[in-house]
């Protein structure tokens, strides 16, 4: 079974920087799909980006242009680097992973916070 570790959050200024991490430890080899989701108080949980094994990305629209997935294989990480944070970013942050094809993510990291000021 997989573990997954988030690292990064924090609280910045709009306008201000942040790098998630997210580590996979243990677990079975595959292609595995990468994802970011976040949680807004009182809101659903949502997408915010994805990332194949082949490195094919996608965004949530509210994102685009100010967020960017990353990954590294090899040493079973991901990353979301979140430049021109606004508020309305604020939220837990969850790595998230599913085999390629699969409809629905089964492993959840806890979850970082990010709380943007305005």
């Known amino acids: 079974q997989v573990q997954l570790i988030e690292s990064g959050g924090g609280s910045v200024q709009a306008g201000d920087s942040l790098n998630l991490s997210c580590v996979a430890i243990g677990g079975t080899p595959g292609a595995y799909v990468m994802g970011w989701y976040r949680q807004a108080p009182g809101k659903e949980r949502e997408l915010v980006a994805d990332i194949r094994t082949t490195g094919v990305t996608s965004y949530a629209d509210s994102v685009k242009g100010r967020f960017t997935i990353s990954r590294d294989n090899g040493k079973k990480m991901v990353y979301l680097q979140m430049d021109s944070l606004k508020p309305e970013d604020t939220g837990v942050y969850y790595c998230?992973?599913?085999?390629?094809?699969?409809?629905?993510?089964?492993?959840w990291g806890r979850g970082t916070q990010v709380t943007v000021s305005a």
């Open positions: 998230a992973r599913k085999l390629y094809g699969s409809a629905d993510y089964d492993s």
